[in-house]
Every structure is written in structure tokens, then in C-alpha cells.
């Protein structure tokens, strides 16, 4: 091999092997970066995820027959309705003639 031919090995050599150097930071970087990103992300997910059991909890506390007839009771709801017409009593002798 002649002088120019190593010499242009040797330029073209290390060109690849800094050129594989930087590539090999860039994806590193990338990919801790996402990597980072997916972590934030998933725990976010969990986050949400136990805010809404805790939620569904609630609503289901809240919507219980218990609550509910406690709530009814405070708001002046009466469990033993009265009996309210809004037709006349027609006295008994007349009950004939409606039938």
C-alpha cells in the first residue's frame, strides 16, 4: 500500500469511528429522554387511575340507600305520606249514582 492510500484509511477510519461515537450520544440521549418521559407519563397514569377509585368510591358512598334516606330525612321528606285528594267526598248516599 502506498502512503496516501493508509493515510486516507487512517482520515476515513477514525471519520467512521467519531461518527459512531456521536451517534451512539445522540440515541443515548434520546432514549433517556423518552425513557424519562415515560416514566412521568405512567406515573401519571397511576395517579389518575387512584383518583378515580377513589371517586368511584364516593359516588358509590354517596349514592347508597343509607345516604340517601339520611339525606331525605335532613331535606323534611316523610316516609309515611298523608293522603291528599283532590276530589270532593260525595256523601255515601250518593256513591249509588257514580257507579
Given at each position: 500500500m502506498t502512503n496516501k492510500t493508509e493515510k486516507f484509511i487512517k482520515i476515513?477510519?477514525?471519520t467512521v469511528?467519531?461518527?459512531s461515537i456521536a451517534v451512539h450520544v445522540v440515541l443515548f440521549n434520546y432514549d433517556s429522554t423518552y425513557g424519562r418521559k415515560y416514566r412521568e407519563i405512567n406515573?401519571?397514569?397511576e395517579r389518575m387511575e387512584t383518583e378515580n377509585l377513589i371517586l368511584s368510591q364516593k359516588i358509590a358512598s354517596s349514592s347508597s340507600i343509607a345516604s340517601i334516606?339520611?339525606?331525605?330525612e335532613t331535606l323534611g321528606f316523610n316516609s309515611s305520606?298523608?293522603?291528599v285528594s283532590?276530589?270532593?267526598p260525595q256523601p255515601i248516599a250518593d256513591i249509588g249514582k257514580t257507579l
Open positions: 476515513a477510519s477514525l469511528a467519531v461518527l406515573s401519571e397514569i334516606a339520611q339525606k331525605a305520606p298523608q293522603v283532590l276530589a270532593k
